[in-house]
Nanobody, 125 residues
Framework: QVQLVESGGGLVQAGGSLRLSCADS????????MGWFRQAPGKEREFVAG????????MYGDSVKGRFSISRDNAENTVYLQMNSLNPEDTAVYYC??????????????????WGQGTQVTVSS
C-alpha cells in the first residue's frame, strides 16, 4: 500500500515557524518530483512548493515565496517544508504528493497523485 505520511503541523502564533515532513516509508516515490499543497476550509487545494529529485529545481506558490523553503533528504526518503513568518492566512491542512502527470507547470493539484493524509497547520493572530 502506498503511503506518504505528513507530520510537523500544529498551532503557532503569527510570525512563528514550523517545519513539516513528508515521509515515504515504502520508498515508492524515489526519483519523483514532490510537491506540497494546502487546503483551507471551503477553498481549493493550493500549490505551495515543489522540488525535483535532485533538489536542484524548486518552485513556490506566490503567496509563500520568500517565507517557505522546500528541501528533501533522499537517503531518508523525506521531503521537508520549512515555513517561516507564518500568518493566519497560512492556516490549512498541508499535503504532500508526488507529481504523476506532466500536463502543466507542476503547480496544479491535478498533476499529483497518491496524496498523504495531511497535517493541520493553524496560525493564530
Amino acid at each position: 500500500q502506498v503511503q506518504l505520511v505528513e507530520s510537523g503541523g500544529g498551532l503557532v502564533q503569527a510570525g512563528g515557524s514550523l517545519r513539516l515532513s513528508c515521509a515515504d516509508s515504502r520508498r515508492t516515490f524515489r526519483g519523483y518530483f514532490m510537491g506540497w499543497f494546502r487546503q483551507a476550509p471551503g477553498k481549493e487545494r493550493e500549490f505551495v512548493a515543489g522540488i525535483s529529485w535532485s533538489g536542484d529545481n524548486t518552485m513556490y506558490g506566490d503567496s509563500v515565496k520568500g517565507r517557505f523553503s522546500i528541501s528533501r533528504d533522499n537517503a531518508e526518503n523525506t521531503v521537508y517544508l520549512q515555513m517561516n513568518s507564518l500568518n493566519p492566512e497560512d492556516t490549512a491542512v498541508y499535503y504532500c504528493a508526488p507529481r504523476t502527470r506532466f500536463t502543466g507547470r507542476g503547480d496544479e493539484a491535478s498533476e499529483y497523485g497518491y496524496w498523504g493524509q495531511g497535517t493541520q497547520v493553524t496560525v493564530s493572530s
